[in-house]
């Protein structure tokens, strides 16, 4: 008889029937349930600690994308976990309509003291599509309230990800998302070409290239009419692009294109915020407040679902008046007395802690020893900032072509980079690094090495060598 672990002791079930109750009633997102049907297809997580993670089976691994680029205190923070206890003994929950907390208060304040410039209103809400979708309605209502009841439109990237509810799929640009299954989508969205030097859309370079990447948004501002524009949402750093650094000219023309047509600047920090990029927000590498910035993810380091639209002042005095000139928003668990307690302690731990500074360094490390890869025939880029990392794969590097789903190599890697003790579930174009910002040289190093070996193995396998 086989002796049961502790965690299925706990579960009252073996780990078999628990993985056939996860394939019968669970719907894990975006893949088929035939993936998951497979050996390896999921893991069943029990415990974490620092930048590690065990499984069922009482394997570990390092957690590469820090859960879902969000872990960046690292898992198993006692003080965190104390604080939310602390607070539900006394009141969980307070409507957010009608009233509110010391921590939702103390949290608002917060955010107000750390975010750039003027920024300093906060709307509270759980995840962050829910934060992109409000700050749209915000822009949309600011414009009415201004005078400028015409413009609804919103320009976005090609291949950004803002969310997957129906607005914030509509402006987002990611093909992944499958869009053409939803349509017609929300009808405000506009798109412009992304910024990807390494694959330029107008096979220019840079600096010769003159940022044709930023001219697309005033181009695309003076075709649909700037009378009928609302707001520019991106991400400073586009991630589900392929972990896109924008060149330093970028941002700043950027806001400047906004200010001349009265567009409103929509920041997306989902993931870029709170330390990720070596500054707490990513847009302060470029000295730029946006007019709306989202947050959410490392707002709590995934603790508690939170998330939130910071607004200017001068945007958020345009709400002021009368009844008929609030906000036409609201959502049941923003503000929720527990999350707000765990972001307020997730970031006096990243402050006492220094952990922004440290993703800062920590980061130069990482692109350091990712460059050391590009020996491998299949990577043909090699793009970061701070804690945000990736390598793109590439079938030819001369040509610069991509692998196809038929050849398998996200697969290939999972499963490779999964023996090898990293947490992942690789992507057909790229290998993301984004690790805790607690992570350590030699932490890097064994994730590196990692990276290396399961590369050289599935090129082996492949008979690219």
């Known amino acids: 008889m086989v002796e049961k672990s502790v965690y299925e002791e706990k579960a009252g079930m073996s780990i078999k029937e628990l993985r056939d109750k996860a394939l019968e009633h669970l719907w894990l997102y975006v893949h088929d349930y035939s993936e998951f049907a497979e050996e390896d297809g999921f893991k069943i997580l029990v415990e974490a600690d620092g930048i590690r993670v065990k499984d069922i089976t009482g394997r570990t691994y390092i957690d590469n994308i820090s859960g879902l680029w969000l872990v960046n205190?690292?898992?198993?923070?006692?003080?965190?976990?104390d604080?939310?206890?602390?607070?539900?003994?006394?009141?969980?929950?307070?409507?957010?309509?009608?009233?509110?907390?010391?921590?939702?208060?103390?949290?608002?304040?917060?955010?107000?003291?750390?975010?750039?410039g003027s920024l300093s209103k906060v709307f509270f809400c759980s995840g962050g599509a829910e934060a992109v979708e409000m700050a749209m309605k915000i822009a949309r209502q600011y414009h009415i309230q201004n005078g400028s009841p015409h413009r609804f439109k919103v320009i976005g990237r090609k291949g950004s990800y803002h969310g997957a509810t129906w607005g914030a799929q509509s402006i987002s640009g990611s093909a992944i998302q499958r869009p053409w299954?939803?349509?017609?989508?929300?009808?405000m969205a506009r798109h412009v070409d992304p910024i990807y030097c390494y694959r330029c859309p107008w096979d220019l370079e840079y600096p010769s290239c003159k940022i044709q990447c930023v001219k697309e948004f005033e181009k695309t501002i003076q075709f649909e009419n700037p009378d009928t524009v609302s707001a520019v949402l991106t991400e400073p750093v586009s991630l589900s692009g392929g972990n896109i650094v924008p060149v330093d000219e970028y941002w700043p023309m950027l806001r400047e294109i906004c200010d001349k047509y009265g567009v409103l600047l929509i920041a997306d920090e989902v993931i870029t915020g709170f330390g990720r990029t070596g500054k707490m927000f990513a847009c302060e590498h470029w000295g730029i407040e946006p007019d709306i910035m989202t947050v959410a993810k490392?707002?709590?380091?995934?603790?508690?679902?939170?998330?939130?639209?910071?607004?200017?002042?001068?945007?958020?005095?345009?709400f002021t008046g009368?009844?008929?000139?609030?906000?036409?928003?609201?959502?049941t668990f923003g503000g929720h007395a527990a999350a707000c307690i765990a972001a307020l302690t997730n970031i006096e731990i990243m402050e006492r802690e220094n952990l922004v500074e440290n993703a800062a360094q920590m980061g130069k490390y990482l692109l350091g020893q990712l460059e050391t890869l590009r020996e491998h025939?299949?990577?043909?880029?090699?793009?970061?900032?701070?804690?945000?990392?990736?390598?793109?794969?590439?079938?030819?590097?001369?040509?610069?072509?991509?692998?196809?789903?038929?050849d398998g190599i996200d697969k290939k890697l999972t499963k490779k980079l999964n023996e090898n003790g990293l947490l992942y579930k690789a992507w057909p174009q790229n290998i993301f690094l984004?690790?805790?910002?607690?992570?350590?040289?030699?932490?890097?190093d064994e994730m590196v090495g990692v990276v290396d070996k399961s590369i050289g193995a599935v090129e082996k396998e492949m008979g690219i060598l």
Not at 298 to 318: F, N, T
Not at 434 to 444: C, F, R, S, Y
């Open 73 to 81: 205190v690292g898992h198993g923070r006692k003080e965190i976990a």
């Open 83 to 116: 604080a939310v206890h602390e607070q539900l003994l006394h009141i969980h929950y307070a409507s957010s309509y009608d009233h509110t907390t010391i921590p939702t208060i103390k949290l608002a304040a917060k955010l107000a003291e750390i975010t750039p």
């Open 181 to 187: 299954l939803f349509e017609p989508l929300v009808p």
């Open 298 to 318: 490392g707002l709590s380091s995934g603790y508690q679902p939170v998330a939130a639209a910071i607004v200017k002042k001068e945007i958020a005095d345009k």
């Open 322 to 331: 009368s009844a008929r000139d609030a906000l036409a928003h609201g959502v």
């Open 377 to 406: 025939p299949i990577v043909g880029d090699v793009r970061g900032i701070g804690l945000l990392c990736a390598l793109e794969l590439v079938k030819d590097k001369k040509t610069k072509e991509l692998f196809s789903s038929e």
């Open 434 to 444: 984004a690790p805790p910002l607690i992570v350590t040289k030699g932490d890097i």
